[in-house]
């Protein structure tokens, strides 16, 4: 069990410095390409967490 949890850690730990390396590639480049990221991630991830999590949540 143990190592089960030392495992997942690890792998959300290399995911963190992926996304912190991507993110500082995307925003020291182009300030408009950063916008256009911000403003399209940000609705995706927003219809995702409102229709999947909250949604459901209510449908109970």
């Not at 997942?8 to 410095?17: A, G, V």
């Not at 925003?27 to 940000?42: A, E, Q, T």
Request: avoid cysteine; glycine fraction near 4%; charged fraction near 20%.
């Amino acid at each position: 069990m143990w190592l089960s949890i030392a495992e997942k850690i690890s792998q959300l730990l290399q995911s963190f410095y992926t996304f912190e390396k991507s993110t500082k590639e995307t925003v020291s480049g182009n300030p408009w390409l950063s916008i256009l990221i911000v403003v399209i991630l940000g609705s995706i991830i927003e219809e995702i967490i409102f229709r999947g999590i909250v949604f459901n949540a209510l449908e109970k």
